[in-house]
């Protein structure tokens, strides 16, 4: 996820990517994406092992921002949010 700028990247894992990106949108959690008004899904993978999931997330986090952006332009080069094509 990021900010209407595109300026600073969030990534998380949830096991309801509606939900969770509803509370980003609308604020509902105290934390980073509240204080950095991360509100547009720009990003996101489905895994059916939690395992798995986490895993993915740790080695996205733990790239360089760079790795981040072009994974991101990948599939999305217009940083558009993908919240309402779920």
Known sequence: M??????????GV????YRR?????????????KKYQISKLVYYEVFDNIE????????IKGGPRK???ELIKSINPQ????????
């Open 14 to 17: 949830t096991n309801d990517i």
């Open 52 to 59: 798995f999931a986490i895993a993915r997330e740790k080695q």
């Open 67 to 69: 790795k981040k952006i």
């Open 2 to 11: 990021t900010n209407i700028k595109n300026t600073v990247l969030y990534t």
């Open 79 to 86: 940083f558009i949010d993908l919240y309402d094509t779920l």
């Open 21 to 33: 990106i509803f509370e980003h949108k609308h604020k509902l959690i105290e934390g980073f994406t």
